[in-house]
C-alpha cells in the first residue's frame, strides 16, 4: 500500500522515499527502574487511530521529522521538523502506564 | 562478474574511472583522460549523438563534476528546491544545514571555515539527461513531478531516482543532472539506457553535452 507523505524540507514524495522509526516515546529521565527501561524500550502503545510518529526522509535530504498518521487509514494529518511541530498530544507508554 | 579489480595493474596514469565507464565501454564508448578521470569522451558518433540529444533524448556519464557537501547554517534564507547558479556550478540547499556545491561552485567552498565540508565527488555518480524526450525517459522510472511549472530551470528535487537516493537538478529547459550512490551506477546507467531506448535515446560523450545548453543556460 502506498501513500504520499510530506518532508518538511523537500515536499510530497511516495511514502517509499521515507523510513519509518516508529512512534513517539518519551525516554525515562534520571534512574529508571528495570521495569521504565524495559518499558521504554520493549513496549508500544501500538494505537488504531492517529500517531505521533518519528519518519526519516531517507532517499532525499535525509532528514528526520514527526508526524500524525491515523493508523486505520494511512492518512497523514501534518508533518513537521522537531522544532516545528505541535505541542504533545500522544501520551508514552511509560508515564501513562499503558503498557504495563 | 570479473574479479579484476583485485589485482590492478599499475601503470604510469592512474587515472579516477567512473562506476559507469565499463557498462559504457561496452556500448562503444570512447574514453580520454582529463583532468585525472577517465572520461567517456563520445560514442564513436558525434553527429547521432547530437541529432539524438536534439530530437529525442541522450545521456552522458558525467561523475567527474566537482561535489562538495558543505554542513553549515547559513546567514541567508533556506529556499528548498531552489538551487542557485554559481558561474557554470550550482549551489544546492538540501536541508537548512546543509547544502550541496557542485562544478564551479565547488570554488567558493575552498574559502570557508569553521565549518564541515565533505567531498563528495567520488561518492556520488552524475548523469546528465538531456533532450525533448528527458522528462518523458525520467517518468519511467521516478517519480518525481519534472513538469516545467512545478520544477523550472534551476529546480532541485533530493528524491528517489530508479529507487535509489538521489537528487535530480533541472539545469536547462530540456536538460537535468541527476546524482545518486556511486555504487548504483551500472544499475542506473542501465535503467537510463533500457527507458532511453524505447523513445529512441542513446548514451552520448561528454563532447556532445555543451551542445545540449540553450543561450540562456550558457550566458
Given at each position: 500500500m502506498s501513500y504520499v507523505l510530506t518532508c518538511p524540507n523537500c515536499g510530497p514524495r511516495e511514502v517509499t522515499d521515507f523510513g519509518f522509526g516508529g512512534e513517539v516515546t518519551t525516554r525515562p529521565s534520571g534512574h529508571p527502574s528495570p521495569r521504565?527501561?524495559?518499558?521504554?524500550?520493549?513496549?508500544?502503545?501500538?494505537?488504531?487511530?492517529?500517531?505521533?510518529?518519528?519518519?526519516?526522509?531517507?532517499?532525499?535530504?535525509?532528514?528526520?521529522?514527526?508526524?500524525?498518521?491515523?493508523?486505520?487509514?494511512?492518512?497523514?494529518?501534518?508533518?513537521?521538523?522537531?522544532?516545528?511541530?505541535?505541542?504533545?498530544?500522544?501520551p508514552d507508554p511509560v508515564s501513562s502506564g499503558e503498557a504495563r | 562478474m570479473s574479479l579484476d579489480f583485485l589485482s590492478p595493474r599499475p601503470t604510469a596514469q592512474a587515472p579516477a574511472r567512473?562506476?559507469?565507464?565499463?557498462?559504457a565501454a561496452r556500448a562503444g564508448a570512447v574514453t580520454e583522460i582529463r583532468d585525472g578521470w577517465e572520461v567517456i569522451a563520445s560514442f564513436g558518433d558525434p553527429a547521432g549523438e547530437a541529432a539524438a540529444c536534439r530530437e529525442s533524448v541522450g545521456f552522458a556519464d558525467v561523475s567527474p563534476l566537482p561535489k562538495v557537501e558543505v554542513f553549515a547554517r547559513p546567514g541567508g534564507e533556506f529556499v528548498a528546491g531552489t538551487a542557485t547558479r554559481v558561474g557554470e556550478g550550482w549551489r544546492c540547499p538540501v536541508r537548512p544545514e546543509r547544502t550541496l556545491l557542485l562544478g564551479e561552485a565547488v570554488t567558493g567552498a575552498a574559502g570557508i571555515t569553521g565549518v564541515r565540508t565533505c567531498d563528495l565527488t567520488g561518492t556520488l555518480a552524475a548523469?546528465?539527461?538531456?533532450?525533448?524526450?528527458?522528462?518523458?525517459?525520467?517518468?519511467?522510472?521516478?517519480?518525481?513531478?519534472?513538469?516545467?511549472?512545478?520544477?523550472?530551470?534551476?529546480?532541485?528535487?533530493?528524491?528517489?531516482?530508479?529507487?535509489?537516493?538521489?537528487?535530480?537538478?533541472?539545469?536547462?529547459?530540456?536538460?537535468?543532472?541527476?546524482?545518486?550512490?556511486?555504487?548504483?551506477?551500472?544499475?542506473?546507467?542501465?535503467?537510463?539506457?533500457?527507458?532511453?531506448?524505447?523513445?529512441g535515446g542513446r548514451p552520448v560523450g561528454a563532447d556532445s553535452l555543451p551542445a545540449t545548453k540553450t543561450e540562456a543556460a550558457r550566458a
Open positions: 521504565e527501561l524495559n518499558t521504554y524500550i520493549y513496549f508500544r502503545r501500538n494505537v488504531a487511530g492517529p500517531q505521533r510518529e518519528w519518519w526519516v526522509h531517507r532517499s532525499g535530504c535525509g532528514a528526520w521529522f514527526l508526524a500524525e498518521r491515523d493508523t486505520r487509514t494511512n492518512e497523514v494529518k501534518w508533518t513537521a521538523l522537531p522544532e516545528d511541530a505541535p505541542g504533545a498530544a500522544t | 567512473s562506476p559507469m565507464v565499463p557498462g548523469l546528465v539527461v538531456a533532450g525533448p524526450a528527458a522528462r518523458e525517459t525520467f517518468a519511467r522510472f521516478c517519480a518525481l513531478d519534472l513538469r516545467e511549472a512545478v520544477l523550472p530551470v534551476g529546480g532541485f528535487r533530493p528524491g528517489s531516482v530508479a529507487r535509489t537516493p538521489g537528487f535530480l537538478l533541472r539545469d536547462d529547459r530540456d536538460r537535468f543532472l541527476v546524482l545518486f550512490g556511486a555504487a548504483f551506477s551500472e544499475y542506473v546507467w542501465e535503467v537510463v539506457a533500457d527507458a532511453a531506448a524505447r523513445l
